[in-house]
């Protein structure tokens, strides 16, 4: 057990879409689309399909990461005004995203992943 080296901890994608600290991540139910929120303000939603896709094609725009391929984000949304810290996808709604902004934006906004 435990890291340090060997061949099990084998790094096979990095999404690249933040341009300060990632601080939230949420999986949707189905473990298709990952939301991360960030420093900068960024929501970002990643495309697990789109990216397995890309990777069975060899569409990677770069492998600078030790040969792991480098994914970008399905779609970038910046209407937060604040770091995006908190995010939960709803249970008995398919696709819907809350997320919350922090000081200067208080709010929590609700997005519709599917559109």
Known sequence: AGGGGGGNNCLSSVYRGHEQEV???KWND???TLASGGNENFLCLWD???SAAR???GQ???SSHNG???VAPRLILRQHKAAV???????FHRGLLASGGGTA?????FWNSNS
Do not use: M, Y
């Open 23 to 25: 601080c939230g991540l």
């Open 30 to 32: 189905e473990g298709t």
């Open 48 to 50: 697990v399909r789109q």
């Open 55 to 57: 990777r069975r094609r």
């Open 60 to 62: 990677f725009h770069n």
């Open 68 to 70: 792991s391929d480098v």
């Open 85 to 91: 810290k908190a995010l939960d996808w709803c249970p």
């Open 105 to 109: 934006d208080r709010t929590i906004k």
